[in-house]
């Protein structure tokens, strides 16, 4: 079963893109492939619990399995060693990551604190990388079990060739952005 912004997505954003970017296929107009939430954990070097909670809180959020990321070499002024966990992620596809989006931009960017809108800033192919500085904006979380405040970046990967097609992309799907481009 498709969520509602799949549907959304098929029915409403395909026909509009293909329309404002005049695309000869439906195949031309670009989709969403991935979301990715990433949070890293410097301080999990000293502390292994900040790990556990972190995997448990992605869990929660996402609804898919957290799985914890890990450094790929020694840093001796970080105290850090090869394969050690200092992160944790969750990549979400599909009807998870319409799920997601939706509860995104409709429960958890409007609890932000004076929220005025994201930055529009692309990568330069297409994909965006939206920073939140605090977990507890999201509902699952609960405020009074939380024992540190982490931040995390979620990454929209789009096949857009370009800032502008996935931009017009993230739009549509209702991504609060500061200023039209």
Same mark, same amino acid.
């Given at each position: 079963?498709?969520?509602?912004?799949?549907?959304?997505?098929?029915?409403?954003?395909?026909?509009?893109?293909?329309?404002?970017?005049?695309?000869?296929?439906?195949?031309?107009?670009?989709?969403?492939?991935?979301?990715v939430?990433?949070?890293?954990?410097?301080?999990?070097?000293?502390?292994?619990?900040?790990?556990?909670?972190?995997?448990?809180e992605?869990?929660?959020?996402?609804?898919? &399995?957290?799985?914890?990321?890990?450094?790929?070499?020694?840093?001796?002024?970080?105290? #850090?060693?090869? &394969?050690?966990?200092?992160?944790?992620m969750?990549?979400?596809?599909?009807?998870?990551?319409?799920?997601?989006?939706?509860? #995104?931009?409709?429960?958890?960017?409007?609890?932000?604190?004076?929220?005025?809108?994201?930055?529009?800033?692309?990568?330069?192919?297409?994909?965006?990388?939206?920073?939140?500085?605090e977990?507890?904006?999201?509902?699952?979380?609960?405020?009074?079990?939380?024992?540190?405040?982490?931040?995390?970046?979620?990454?929209?990967?789009?096949?857009?060739?370009?800032?502008?097609?996935?931009?017009?992309?993230?739009?549509?799907?209702? #991504?609060?952005?500061?200023?039209?481009?």
């Amino acid at each position: 079963m498709a969520t509602t912004l799949g549907n959304d997505y098929k029915e409403r954003i395909v026909p509009e893109l293909k329309k404002e970017f005049n695309y000869s296929t439906v195949m031309q107009v670009p989709r969403l492939e991935k979301i990715v939430i990433n949070q890293g954990l410097g301080a999990a070097t000293q502390d292994k619990k900040l790990i556990e909670t972190a995997l448990n809180e992605l869990t929660a959020i996402t609804g898919q &399995k957290a799985v914890p990321t890990l450094s790929k070499k020694d840093i001796s002024n970080f105290k #850090l060693r090869k &394969k050690m966990p200092i992160g944790a992620m969750v990549t979400l596809r599909k009807d998870k990551m319409y799920e997601f989006l939706e509860r #995104l931009v409709k429960v958890a960017l409007p609890r932000i604190r004076d929220f005025k809108g994201i930055n529009s800033k692309l990568d330069g192919r297409g994909n965006y990388t939206l920073g939140i500085t605090e977990q507890i904006i999201f509902p699952e979380i609960n405020i009074d079990s939380v024992p540190k405040l982490q931040g995390m970046n979620i990454t929209f990967v789009t096949s857009a060739p370009t800032d502008e097609e996935g931009f017009a992309l993230l739009k549509k799907f209702g #991504l609060p952005f500061k200023h039209e481009k």
